[in-house]
């Protein structure tokens, strides 16, 4: 388990990370969410010592830099392009081999997988952004660590490469391990992670499972028609219950399937229609951390003609 | 240790700019010590000493691209953001720092050893094909030794502490240029007798042997200043660790 306790880091007089903890638990891919500028970046630097703040993320009870093979413990993808460019992807993941202790026959294994083995050889100063998110993805891995820790990885991969990256991913905490991964592609991160971590301005505003926080969103919902709105409505007043109108039936939100057939079978009504409609990934998020964006775009397009 | 010191060897030896520079530094010196000083100009300097000398002015010639390739080592890992991976393979940041200084020394020795012997075997080939044939030549290898090496490694520290302190490979370079050319020479007038006392005008007698400064003061012995320039570097070094363990590994 990953266990960040009280990160906190401030440029000058700005708080970019605000005292900060969460949990990150092996065996589950957990997303890192938040608006542009909120702070994730810097979290994530901060977990693994490259920033200077204060607090301590314990990685199995122990500080990173307490391992005497730290790159065993984390792989790590912060940027694409964190390459010389005239360095072969080849020798770029020699170099990455030699500090961790991996045998270089591990290389050509990374290159193989992450499918650049054509151009192993070559400088990845000319590669796409998304064959640099692979030599990223491959350096993450080469140590076979137990933690992934990446940031916006899907960013510049085609369709077949995010693809693969969800697969992987999820395969990758399926063995034990676990990933810790912030992207802006919501409906991304909703098929790939099992927890969320989601800041704003610096400061956590939820750390919990994908599922809590998607039934938690008010866009969450029980739609119900029935033989009779009007006794429905009296029956979900005296419930305490909220709910809307909405296509000649009732949107309920906070409530199960289970209970709203109760209490329609109480009230003598006939269930035309019951079903259970969830919020979206992004429809939970912006609900989440409205108010929180730092940099916010005031004019539509169709104000802007 | 090990793993660091075989991974900053493998980042020294994979990259065109190492091989550059050096090749470009050599290709200078080649050029010079084989037709200026060999060939054309030093007839009147073949004496015993005539290689002895220009080992000399061949490693005081490489210093400055010692220093770029180290700053480049060093410069390169924030440019392209690959300190992250350093810092978080190695686990310290002051085991990193060793690191980069054992290697660094390494490159200096190596390439002062390979200036100093191809420096001589142009010059003595360059006599050569001038008609000249140089009386048995002389070495003061102690000498030779200890301020070659010395001056080679302390070209390659001082580019790695500005690569640590700047982070910028064009501040880096504009420095290296700058305060030995410029700012030391207008220090100097300044400073008059006293100006033996900056870092390069003091690491100046160290490889040229002069007895008198730009200027035209007492420059201090050899030994004397390698001890001033040594003084600097080692504050400086200690400035540059301190920095180096509480500051954000970004560029």
Redesign the interface.
Known sequence: MIKAEHLSKRYRKKVAVDDISFEIQTGRVTGFLGPNGAGKSTTMRLMLGLDTGSGQTMFDGKRLYDYSRPASMVGILLEAKAFHPTRTAENHLRVLAAAGGVPDSRVDEVLDIVGLTEVAGKGPGKFSLGMAQRLGIAAAILDKPKYLILDEPANGLDPEGIAWLRQFIKDYADQGNAVFISSHLLSEMSQMADDLVVIGRGKLIANTSMQSIIDGSTHSSVFVRTTSQGKLQTALKKANLTFTEQDAGLAVQGAKTDQIGHLAFDAGLTVLELTNKSASLEEAFLELTSGTEEYQARTTAKEEK | ML??L??DF??LL????TYLVISLALALIGFIAFYVSGYRDNVQYLDKFFLDHGIFTWVNTIGMFIAIVTALQMG?EYR???I?????????RTRTLLSKIVVSTVFAVVVVVITALFGAIMQYFGALTAGHHPEPQHFQVVQLLWRCLLFGWFYAMIGLVLAVLFRQIVAIIVTLFLVPSTVEPLLSMLLKDNAKYLPFTALDPVITGSSSTATGHAALSPAAGALTFGIYLAVLWLATWIVFL?????N
């Open positions: 793993a660091s075989k991974s493998r980042k994979s990259v065109r700019s390169h392209y953001s690959t992250m991976y350093t810092l978080t393979s190695s686990g310290s509480k500051r954000d590994a970004t």
